[in-house]
């Protein structure tokens, strides 16, 4: 099977157009009938003869098929996509005022096995391919008929364990689908030596990493994966992305009630951000079928938020979309296989 056409740039589809025999211009046809026009399959494109598109019938664009798709009540839409080999992943569409915002997957299922996610329950299939990845963004962008303005790699899978793939869809999608560096945000749990290279590939994306505890012990206990990767090592790499880039990281810290939620947890994570060029970002943990954790209370995330405010700590809230509808991420995918 010939590789996918989406994920190619305009340079690459035009040899490919030119390696058929077509003359080059086809190539810029081609380009805006894939990133522009919604083109699902080669025979969309009704400006070329319908004897080439008959003899091109073998040639997969990539685009996935819609399996299932949720409209929760403040407009965030899930949806369930499948795959050429038959595999389900999940991608959501988040509408506020002035963003559409797509949550990605980047793998089928994860190897993390993070105690408190449900894709991490779940098992891992395999990584996305490059056009898997580009695809999810046209497909939200094309369902609310509406420019898909900010990308977060939150949804399915480790991004830093695809890595090769992950970047080549973000210069993708930076390129050809015209969505800002600055507006993509990759989130990761952190792979050694994974975020010192992804400095050196000199983007300007955002990185956040899930860090949720405010010690080593803490962290092996909710993160497996951090048994490899102490707490220091990880915050090393961090500050070296900081330095290369100059783009502030982002730390995501899930509240867990009782667990990581109490004010000296919040003094000791201000602890090791001091002087630090971040931001914090306080997920109140969203409860899955297979973990028994509790939210905290309204009262104890406020008082983590001023507790870090306390120590000139940025810090932000940020509250999950579309819960009720089957909703913490991953869930939907876990409850219609
Ligand atoms: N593998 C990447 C992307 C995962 S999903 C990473 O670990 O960062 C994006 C964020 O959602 C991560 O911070 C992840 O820890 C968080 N998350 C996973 N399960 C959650 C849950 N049940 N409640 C709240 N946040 C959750």
Redesign the pocket.
């Known amino acids: 099977m010939p590789a996918p056409l989406l994920g190619k740039s305009l340079e690459e589809l035009t040899e490919w157009v030119q390696a058929q025999g077509q003359p080059s211009y086809r190539g810029k046809q081609l380009y805006q009938w894939i990133y522009q026009q919604g083109a699902r399959s080669l025979q969309d494109i009704t400006v070329f003869s319908k004897a080439w598109r008959q003899a091109m019938a073998h040639i997969d664009l990539g685009r996935s098929a819609l399996h299932h798709r949720v409209v929760a009540s403040d407009g965030t839409i899930k949806y369930l996509l499948r795959l050429a080999d038959g595999q389900i992943i999940e991608t959501v569409g988040i509408p506020s005022a002035k963003r559409l915002t797509v949550c990605v997957s980047s793998q089928v299922g994860?190897p993390?096995a993070?105690d408190?996610?449900?894709?991490?329950k779940g098992g891992f299939m395999r990584n996305l391919a490059t056009h898997e990845i580009v695809d999810q963004v046209l497909t939200v962008q094309e369902d609310f008929g509406q420019r898909v303005s900010h990308i977060v790699?939150?949804?399915m899978?480790?991004?830093l364990l695809n890595a090769a793939n992950t970047v080549a869809a973000i210069r993708c999608l930076n390129r050809d689908v015209g969505i800002g560096q600055r507006a993509i945000t990759l989130?990761?749990?952190g792979v050694p030596g994974r975020i010192r290279a992804l400095a050196a590939e000199q983007l300007q994306v955002t990185l956040?990493?899930?860090l949720?505890a405010s010690n080593q012990a803490q962290r092996l206990r909710l993160i497996p994966s951090a048994g490899a990767y102490p707490l220091e090592v990880l915050l090393d790499e961090c500050r070296e992305y900081v330095q290369l880039t100059g783009r502030r990281v982002t730390f995501?810290y899930?509240l867990l009630a009782g667990l990581n939620d109490q004010p000296t947890n919040a003094a000791e994570l201000a602890q090791h951000l001091r002087g630090f060029q971040s931001h914090v970002n306080l997920?109140?943990?969203?409860?899955?079928d297979e973990?028994d954790y509790q939210r905290p209370s309204e009262v104890s995330i406020r008082t983590f938020v001023a507790e870090l405010e306390k120590r000139k700590i940025a810090v932000t809230v940020r509250y999950?979309r579309g819960l009720g509808e089957n909703a913490?991420?991953?869930q939907l995918r876990a409850s219609r296989r």
């Open positions: 994860c993390m993070c408190f996610c449900a894709t991490g790699f939150m949804g899978g480790e991004p989130s990761t749990v956040a990493v899930s949720h995501e899930i997920i109140p943990y969203n409860p899955i973990a999950s913490a991420c991953g």
